[in-house]
């Protein structure tokens, strides 16, 4: 709620502090004493458009400033920290500084929690903590989104269960309906781009690439290129090792052979010797290995011919191509062929999954049918006792032929809350159009409108603060005693701030603010040269008789005005606070 509202260099304010409680808040003072410069000030803290005309004449800028206490995890306190706010709490609960400047050349800032915030961001906290009522462009319930919410919540626990399921289906439907409808949309693409894998398999698959062949076949061809070479290399190195007429030295392994045997005779005289005599004896099986292989290398370079080289040089050139298209080498093609073979199953699997989705979708969207057709009901229902109890809240604020129309309509299509699209309408009398709520009213018969809507929500819908301006205008007697007794009605579940002009409406109040003018002459004497100035003062129970009694009669020190006056407070407190 709010705590306390500081009012400075607006209109003939030149600086107030009015300090509020929960319940019942009114404002009165004479026409002119600047009693709207307190709804204009709760405006400037909602955001509201700002106007250099309100600062006060002759100073620099005009300021509003607001205390608002909350309960500790109040989304308003999250958007506030958010957005930078210094958030002061305490047991239970928290307090949050609100507040807008506004300078004569039409500048305007904001601040929220002592830090300077966008205008909007005050706007969007502000919609969640007070709602003021009695300007067209200040209905709480103007839109549609607004006015269905109003309705659900009206209706009860019983809906908002079954909206919640509904919800839920309806994100499901959603998300298969987005689906299915970009698997439809990429369904030709799809068949392209299956096409081209399965083709592209198709030749992977007639080569049947193995995993480093084109380096072991590149390896081979280097081999063939150069077989004469090698050929006489192996020959020669074959002979030097076993070749009996290598030359008049012998052949390795004849050398080494006697080099062992000569050693082998002494090897008893000396252990060194005979190690060597050991080591030559592995020489000499190392060298006959070796001349077993190259003898066995000769053999096969004589089979592998040019008919060999040619068939490698084919295959290479298939591979090549392989590379050319699809990766830089073969083992990269072998894994470019994987996940592309993952790939074309899952757009082979696309088709069943469109019809799977198809069926999904079909059979989501006779449920949610079923269920918006079970949610209208409800909403029905529930319209119906809404517009009956409002209308007869009208009757009793002097608005007897008024009444509440909330049409129900079925949507173009399904929406996230049903297929139904809700109007609020006001019927100004029988016979005549009902239309949307603030158009065809007066600001006080709106306000009354509002008024009669909040007083029936007030349990299942409520803001922590309503703001009423203009709520009594062109009334008075019964029905200004009946707006009186409604307004503390709604005030039992919210705060509320009620600017008046009638005493029947005032002695409901918890809290009675006084706003008094005062106009200082000029040193010729004159007021024209002067200013006004208001003043905001809290009444106790003996002023707000005074108060009451000049209200009445203009008299406040008149006996009978303030025994009248007393009548009316002492009525207050003993009428029924239930319709």
Do not use: C
């Not at 304010?13 to 009114?26: K, M």
């Amino acid at each position: 709620m709010l705590e306390e509202l500081r009012i400075r260099d607006l209109g003939v304010i030149t600086d107030a502090t009015l300090p509020l409680g929960p319940g019942l808040s009114v404002v009165t003072g004479e026409t002119g004493a600047g009693k709207t410069m307190v709804v204009t000030a709760v405006g400037l803290l909602l955001g509201a458009r700002s106007d250099a005309g309100a600062v006060r004449s002759g100073a620099k800028s005009a300021s509003a400033e607001a205390v608002v206490q909350l309960q500790s995890g109040h989304l308003a306190l999250e958007r506030a920290r958010d957005a930078g706010a210094e958030v002061e709490e305490f047991d239970g609960g928290a307090e949050l500084l609100l507040s807008r400047r506004l300078g004569a050349d039409g500048r305007s800032r904001a601040f929220l929690g002592g830090r300077a915030a966008p205008v909007g961001v005050l706007a969007e906290i502000g919609e969640s903590l007070v709602v003021v009522h009695g300007q067209t462009d200040q209905i709480r319930l103007k839109g549609a989104a607004a006015q269905r919410e109003a309705l659900d919540k009206f209706a009860g626990d019983g809906l908002a269960s079954t909206l919640a399921g509904f919800q839920d289906l309806y994100s499901s439907w959603k998300s298969s309906q987005a689906e299915l409808d970009s698997l439809r949309s990429a369904e030709r693409e799809r068949l392209r781009e299956a096409e081209s894998l399965e083709a592209a398999l198709a030749e992977i698959d007639a080569v049947e690439p193995q995993a480093g062949e084109d380096e072991a076949l590149k390896a081979e061809a280097v081999k063939l290129a150069n077989v004469e070479e090698l050929r006489i290399a192996a020959t020669t190195a074959h002979q030097a090792l076993i070749a009996e007429d290598f030359g008049e030295a012998g052949d390795a392994t004849s050398l080494v052979d006697a080099a062992k045997r000569t050693l082998e005779h002494v090897a008893e005289h000396d252990e060194e010797l005979g190690s060597a005599a050991a080591r030559l004896a592995e020489v000499g099986f190392l060298l006959n290995d070796i001349a077993t292989e190259l003898a066995s290398y000769q053999a096969g370079l004589d089979s592998e011919g040019p008919e060999r080289l040619a068939e490698i040089e084919e295959r290479r050139a298939s591979l090549a191509k392989l590379v050319r298209k699809y990766a830089p080498s073969i083992d990269e093609v072998l894994e470019w062929a994987e996940n592309a073979r993952a790939r074309f199953d899952e757009l082979q699997g696309d088709s069943t999954r469109i019809e799977n989705l198809e069926a999904e979708v079909a059979r989501a969207s006779a449920e949610l049918k079923k269920q918006a057709a079970a949610i209208s009901k409800v909403r029905a229902k529930a319209a119906k006792d809404l517009s009956a109890r409002v209308s007869a809240e009208l009757k009793a604020l002097a608005m007897a032929d008024a009444t509440l129309v909330i049409t129900i309509e079925a949507a173009a299509q399904l929406g996230p809350h049903g297929a139904d699209e809700i109007s609020f309408l006001l019927q100004p009398h029988s016979g005549a159009p009902a239309r949307p709520l603030g158009k065809g009213a007066s600001g006080g018969e709106l306000s009354r409108v509002m008024l009669a809507i909040e007083v029936v929500l007030a349990a299942v819908d409520p803001v922590p603060t309503f703001v009423f301006d203009e709520v009594d205008a062109g009334v008075g007697g019964r029905a200004a005693v009946e707006i009186g007794r409604r307004l503390a009605m709604l005030a039992r579940h919210v705060q509320v701030l009620v600017v008046t002009h009638l005493p029947q409406v005032a002695a409901f109040a918890d809290q009675h603010i006084r706003v008094t003018k005062t106009s200082v002459r000029g040193s010729d004497g004159s007021t024209a040269k002067g200013f006004t100035s208001s003043d905001v003062q809290l009444l106790d129970e003996a002023e707000r008789v005074r108060e009451l009694a000049r209200m009445l009669a203009g008299q406040e020190d008149s006996e009978t005005a303030q025994a009248h006056a007393q009548e009316l407070l002492d009525d207050a407190k003993l009428l029924p606070q239930q319709a």
